[in-house]
């Protein structure tokens, strides 16, 4: 398939593995650029600039294709070294950048002068119209379903997709609910030029994360995720468990007063005993409603065979198929 996205980074199919946090390591993003996908290593997962640059030297041993990495830009109070991220990403050669949360505008020129394609994740259209305006090359949108941070504006895809098509000159692919090969013709017709999907990624046999995880993501239903931290104005949407249920009881208790030193133990440095361990109920995790479409554990490249076999079928016979008719 041909689109603006698969153009813009030179690959085979419009499907992109977002960025996510103890998920993804260098073998999940070869496996997905292997698989004619866009892979995406998560830059702060790597602890130092020095262990992001070893990881993707591990990722150009597994692939020859394109891939990228995420680099979220957080409200944190001890802010990560970006410059030094930045500078592993640059010598390390890699040719495409997946920024997250805050406006990346302060790093824009160093990616531009090293011929980096930047893709701006974000939840609402101005943001994607200021990323087109720093010079984005891209964006990924994610709409109210998505797993992690949905923004604070709770439009869904079906509106979000379309609304952007509307105002974007630059091309965007749908995040957020996306699982097969309906998600990417149903997409496709909203606007965007491909899809993002991060939950479906981590139920596959490559994701290095515990099998509780991938378990987990199979036997939940779509009524099973929780928005949390919405009183911080940090909303995310996690799969509920234990720890999520003391949190949300926390988040009633204290209503407004509630201060992230409140719930710091359920969500704070849990990702290692949750992704790594299958400790299920040691935190919360971001998990999106399109775990209600999960059924299965397939290698990367069947689940991203199924989806463009799928999605040929859909346009070839179904949807042509009612025009004949
Ligand atoms: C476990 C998990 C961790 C994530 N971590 C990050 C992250 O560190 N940075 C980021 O930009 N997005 C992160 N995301 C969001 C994904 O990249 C993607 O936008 C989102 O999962 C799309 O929604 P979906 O889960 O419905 O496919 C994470 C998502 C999940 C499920």
Redesign the pocket.
């Known amino acids: 398939m041909k689109t603006r996205i698969t153009e813009l980074f030179g690959i085979q199919h419009p499907i992109i593995q ?4 103890f ?1 993804g390591y260098a073998r999940l993003a070869a496996a997905v650029s292997n698989a004619g996908g866009l892979g995406i290593i ?1 830059g ?1 997962t790597q602890r130092t600039p020095a262990a992001l640059a070893d990881e993707i030297r591990r990722c150009k041993e597994m692939t020859d294709k394109p891939f990228g990495v ?1 680099l ?1 830009f957080l409200p944190a109070v001890n802010s990560p070294d970006y410059p030094g991220y930045i500078n592993a990403i640059i010598e390390g050669g890699v040719k495409v950048v ?1 920024t ?2 805050n406006n990346p505008q302060k790093w824009m020129p160093a990616l531009k002068e090293a011929g980096i394609k930047v893709i701006h ?1 974000c939840t609402a259209v101005r943001h994607a119209l200021k990323a087109e305006a720093i010079g984005c090359d891209a964006v ?1 949108v ?1 709409g109210f ?4 941070h949905p923004g604070e504006d709770d439009v869904p895809n079906f509106i979000l997709l379309p609304r952007a098509a509307e105002e974007l000159s630059i091309p965007f692919v749908a ?4 699982a097969d090969g309906r998600s990417l013709v149903a997409a496709l017709a909203l606007g965007a030029d491909g899809m ?5 990624f ?1 139920a596959t046999k490559e994701a290095p994360v515990h099998d509780n995880v991938k378990q987990a993501i199979v036997a939940a239903s779509e009524l099973d995720t929780r928005l949390v931290m919405r009183p911080l104005r940090n909303t995310e949407r996690v799969l509920v468990n234990d720890a999520v249920k003391r949190l949300l009881e926390k988040e009633r208790e204290l209503g407004a007063s509630l201060k992230f030193e409140d719930i710091a133990n359920e969500v704070a440095g849990v990702y290692p005993r949750i992704m790594l361990e299958g400790e299920m109920d040691a935190g919360a ?6 775990a209600g479409l999960i059924r299965d554990v397939p290698t990367v490249k069947e689940l991203i065979d199924r989806i463009m076999a799928e999605a040929d079928g859909l346009v070839r016979q179904r949807l042509a198929g009612m025009l004949a008719g």
Not at 145 to 148: A, D, I, K, T, V
Not at 196 to 200: C, E, K, L, S
């Open positions: 977002g960025g996510m946090h998920v998560t702060l995420n979220t997946e997250a949360g994740k990924s994610d379903e998505c797993g992690g995040s957020g609910g996306m993002n999907m991060g939950t479906r981590i995790w971001s998990c999106g409603m399109v």
